[in-house]
């Protein structure tokens, strides 16, 4: 007896859509991964980090990711500097960045990198 498997229509999650859309946008991942690494950070601080990436566009991004929830701008009291931190949001993405490392590690070499 022949047992027939249906065919189910694969359909894209909105939710999951939405997530790569945002960590899926250049440097986006890499800002996230920066202050996970040690936050607060300066602008400064973290453009030096991320460094290819252009004062304009970072500007831009650290909005993005202001604007979902996931980074927050503080101004210390007494004291003029900007600061960027991950909000719970934000913080939550370290197992999704370990896990990216990971791969990373698993899957390429520094020389791949070059």
């Not at 690494?37 to 300066?42: F, N, V």
């Not at 973290?46 to 970072?58: E, L, Q």
């Not at 650290?62 to 927050?72: F, S, T, Y």
């Not at 791969?103 to 791949?112: F, G, I, M, P, V």
Request: net charge neutral; proline share 2%; with cysteine.
């Amino acid at each position: 007896m022949a047992t027939v498997v249906e065919k189910k229509e694969y359909h894209m999650c909105p939710k999951f859509e939405k997530t790569f859309s945002i960590l899926g946008k250049k440097w986006n991942g890499l800002i996230i991964d920066v202050l996970l690494s040690d936050e607060p950070k300066r602008f400064k601080d973290i453009a030096s980090k991320v460094n290819k990436c252009s004062d304009r566009v970072m500007v831009e991004r650290l909005k993005e990711l202001e604007k979902e929830g996931i980074v927050e701008k503080t101004t210390r009291e007494g004291c003029c500097r900007e600061l960027y931190q991950l909000t719970a949001q934000g913080r939550d993405l370290a197992t999704v960045m370990e896990d990216a490392h990971a791969w990373a590690n698993k899957w390429y070499t520094l020389e791949d990198c070059r």
